[in-house]
T-cell receptor
């Protein structure tokens, strides 16, 4: 079974600063993918970034980067230059590359960006 | 990216009635779709996997007779909440993977309120 742990229920950051959202995972599978999604108050799930277990480079997408430390089983999301519109719930998720391609989600971190 | 739609986006119904929620993949074919439920301030929990042309696979603890899933075509899956009760009030969201694509595409969600 897979497990995703997000230990930060909430995070505060000031506009234009960087913030790191923590995520650790547990799986016995060797091939898996890690995802981060943003969920604003509207409820839609917005895909941010993906990291494959065999990817040697950390994934980056604009202001988002994923700090992947395989030995520690961590996949932290780094948001640089925070904007007010970044205020939302953030979910870390995992998909193993065998059987179903469903996602297992963490409990989420609420990020609030202040002016 | 690919688009998944859901209808309705919100619904209010009386206790004891049945509610049907549609999930459509608009620009790709989806042999598999996933249905998630999200209670307020909680994470997404997988309810069932919808398979085109065959029976859905339900997660442990999800009543198959209460949450009827029909995946009649490659672009449409429906979730029917039968004899809905207030405890079924939740945010229901579907998603569809695309083979060979890392991203899993989510619908905008349906907010169900049972009075």
């Amino acid at each position: 079974a897979q497990k995703i742990t997000q230990t930060q229920p909430g995070m505060f950051v000031q506009e234009k600063e960087a913030v790191t959202l923590d995520c650790t995972y547990d799986t016995s599978d060797q091939s898996y993918g890690l995802f981060w999604y943003k969920q604003p108050s509207s409820g839609e799930m917005i895909f941010l970034i993906y990291q494959g277990s065999y990817d040697e480079q950390n994934a980056t997408e604009g202001r988002y980067s994923l700090n992947f430390q395989k030995a520690r089983k961590s996949a932290n999301l780094v948001i640089s230059a925070s904007q007010l519109g970044d205020s939302a719930m953030y979910f870390c998720a995992m998909r193993v590359n065998s059987g179903y391609s469903t996602l297992t989600f963490g409990k989420g971190t609420m990020l609030l960006v202040s002016p | 990216g690919a688009v998944v739609s859901q209808h309705p986006s919100w619904v209010i119904c009386k206790s004891g009635t049945s509610v049907k929620i549609e999930c459509r993949s608009l620009d790709f074919q989806a042999t598999t779709m996933f249905w998630y439920r999200q209670f307020p301030k909680q994470s997404l929990m997988l309810m069932a996997t919808s398979n085109e042309g065959s029976k859905a696979t339900y997660e442990q603890g999800v009543e198959k007779d209460k949450f009827l899933i029909n995946h009649a075509s490659l672009t449409l899956s429906t979730l029917t909440v039968t004899s809905a009760h207030p405890e079924d009030s939740s945010f229901y969201i579907c998603s569809a993977p695309i083979a060979g694509d890392n991203e899993q595409f989510f619908g905008p969600g349906t907010r169900l309120t049972v009075l």
